[in-house]
């Protein structure tokens, strides 16, 4: 079965240093992969997304993922935190050839001033 | 810019009352989703539509059940409202297509009920 696992429900990080957010999934051959931010009381709007192109995917806002089909992961990074990017993280993938979008329990980013 | 955009922000109901949820996108896009939030639980699927009349199951549907007569509108409607569908409700919507296109979504229509 298809399946999304965020390692962490909650990480802090000091402004100005790296963020990392881990993710790895388990699906069929070529899933898409996709990283969505949610800002308190705000709808979700999509970091970045993966589609069998480049493994190293660069998003909005400095961020980046990496897809590494060896360790079935995603993680997603930042080389320096701002206070903004406070908010909740949510990875996402999508079996190749289906409907359907399986979502990670998110995991809340803090940015300590 | 593109929208999603979902009828109330915020609704109180009481228990057994019938609810509908309204979504509508001005993207032209075919599939369109409704989802619950919940703490620690993330987003899970309620139903799903891929064509004007069509809709599909998703992980949750039990209490649920959907509407889509035209393209851009598609309704999630709580036949009798309980306690438990106290939650977070979120549209989205996806051009046609499978798995690769971004999905959309609106601000959420946080419901209480009562």
């Known amino acids: 079965a298809q399946s999304v696992t965020q390692l962490d429900s909650h990480v802090s990080v000091s402004e100005g240093t790296p963020v990392l957010l881990r993710c790895n999934y388990s699906s069929s051959y070529s899933p898409s992969l996709f990283w969505y931010v949610q800002h308190p009381n705000k709808g979700l709007q999509l970091l970045l997304k993966?589609?069998?192109?480049?493994?190293l995917v660069k998003g909005i806002n400095g961020f980046e993922a990496e897809f590494k089909k060896s360790e079935t992961s995603f993680h997603l990074t930042k080389p320096s935190a701002h206070m903004s990017d406070a908010a909740e993280y949510f990875c996402v993938v999508s079996p190749s050839g289906t409907y359907k979008y399986i979502f990670g329990t998110g995991t809340r980013l803090k940015v300590l001033a | 810019d593109v929208k999603v955009t979902q009828s109330s922000r915020y609704l109180v109901k009481r228990t057994g009352e019938k609810v509908f949820l309204e979504c509508v996108q001005d993207m032209d896009h075919e599939n369109m989703f409704w989802y619950r939030q919940d703490p620690g639980l993330g987003l899970r699927l309620i139903y799903f539509s891929y064509d004007v009349k069509m809709k599909e199951k998703g992980d949750i549907p039990e209490g649920y059940s959907v509407s889509r007569e035209k393209k851009e509108r598609f309704s999630l409607i709580l036949e009798s409202a309980s306690t438990n569908q106290t939650s977070m409700y979120l549209c989205?919507?996806?051009?046609?297509?499978?798995?690769?296109?971004?999905?959309?979504f609106g601000p959420g229509t946080r419901l209480t009920v009562l």
């Open positions: 993966y589609t069998s192109a480049a493994t």
């Open positions: 989205a919507s996806s051009q046609g297509g499978r798995s690769y296109n971004e999905q959309f």
